[in-house]
Each structure stands twice: as structure tokens, then as C-alpha cells.
């Protein structure tokens, strides 16, 4: 099934969601400046949007290289995430015009 549709996006969001949350516990296990899971958790989703709020960070050597995958890991769900929402709405203009055609 391809992942750019309706039902496409939702297997990428929950794989996604699936994908940070191991990131999460990577970060957990690889730092131990992390105190909790949730704060893994945090740092992935932060780190993964690029957001950076700097309240928690990576501060191993092990966990910062990890980092750099985590961000990379996010520019292409966020990319895939935006071109599945773009491909649908190219998808219902392209059904509206052929119905205006016919």
C-alpha cells in the first residue's frame, strides 16, 4: 500500500509515533543525565522536530551521535508526513476536475 493516501498516513503516524518512542527509550539508555523514560520521550520528540527547547539535552557522547540520527530520522517522517498530506489534496482536485471534465 502506498504511503501516499488517507490510510497511508495513518500506518506513517502510528509507525512514526512508534519510531519515537523507541528513540525515547534509546535516549533513556544511552544517557544518563535522562532521569525517566518520559524525559527520553521528550528529548526524541524535541530533537526530532528540530525544536531544540534546550530544557532537556543530550549530554553523553553516545547520546548526542545518537541525536544527530534522531534528527535525521525526523526530516524524513516530517517530509513523508507533508507529502502524504500534499498528495491528498492534489489527489481531490485531480477528482474534481475530472468530474467538471466528464
Same mark, same amino acid.
Given at each position: 500500500?502506498?504511503?501516499l493516501?488517507?490510510?497511508?498516513?495513518?500506518?506513517?503516524?502510528?509507525?512514526?509515533?512508534?519510531?519515537?518512542?523507541?528513540?525515547?527509550?534509546?535516549?533513556?539508555?544511552?544517557?544518563?543525565?535522562i532521569?525517566s523514560?518520559?524525559?527520553?520521550?521528550?528529548?526524541?520528540? @524535541?530533537?526530532?522536530?528540530?525544536?531544540?527547547?534546550?530544557d532537556?539535552?543530550?549530554? @553523553?557522547?553516545a547520546?548526542?551521535v545518537?541525536?544527530?540520527?534522531?534528527?535525521?530520522?525526523?526530516?524524513?517522517?516530517?517530509?513523508?508526513?507533508?507529502a502524504?498530506?500534499?498528495?491528498?489534496?492534489?489527489?481531490?482536485?485531480?477528482?474534481?476536475?475530472?468530474?467538471?471534465i466528464?
Open positions: 500500500m502506498p504511503l493516501t488517507e490510510t497511508g498516513l495513518a500506518r506513517l503516524l502510528v509507525l512514526g509515533a512508534a519510531v519515537l518512542g523507541l528513540c525515547g527509550i534509546g535516549f533513556y539508555w544511552l544517557d544518563p543525565g532521569k523514560v518520559n524525559e527520553g520521550l521528550w528529548l526524541a520528540f @524535541s530533537t526530532a522536530a528540530t525544536v531544540g527547547y534546550g532537556v539535552v543530550p549530554s @553523553s557522547t547520546s548526542r545518537f541525536s544527530v540520527f534522531v534528527v535525521l530520522l525526523g526530516y524524513g517522517v516530517l517530509s513523508l508526513v507533508t502524504s498530506i500534499a498528495a491528498m489534496f492534489v489527489g481531490t482536485q485531480e477528482r474534481k476536475v475530472e468530474r467538471e466528464l
